[in-house]
């Protein structure tokens, strides 16, 4: 016997979709905190060393590597990267004319 699990249309961000408070700003923190996951691994660096880089304690690295970016706002996340030799330009312009109603904000990795 088989059920039907209803499925609904999403909005786009999975965390809208789920109500969460700040849905708009926890994509780009999710992304930010990967970006610096990455490049943690690209350097080489133990946990332990990228917290001294960072000026962090180790559970803070590990919760940022585990995906967990609550209590980080996207400027800190800024520095973080900043401080692991990582570039941030912030681009802003006009939105397609005619395809949304609303512009985005996205993170987009060189």
Do not use: C, W
Request: aromatic letters at 4%.
């Amino acid at each position: 016997m088989s059920r039907k699990i209803p499925i609904h249309a999403s909005s786009g961000n999975v965390f809208a979709d789920l109500n969460l408070p700040d849905a708009a700003d926890l994509p780009i923190q999710a992304e930010l905190a990967r970006l610096i996951h990455l490049q943690i691994k690209r350097l080489g660096l133990r946990q332990v060393e990228a917290a001294a880089r960072l000026g962090l304690k180790q559970p803070d690295v590990s919760k940022l590597i585990n995906g967990r970016h609550t209590g980080f706002s996207a400027e800190r996340l800024f520095r973080l990267l900043n401080a692991l030799d990582q570039d941030i330009r912030i681009v802003v312009g006009p939105k397609p004319f005619g395809v949304r109603r609303r512009g985005i904000m996205n993170v987009v990795a060189a």
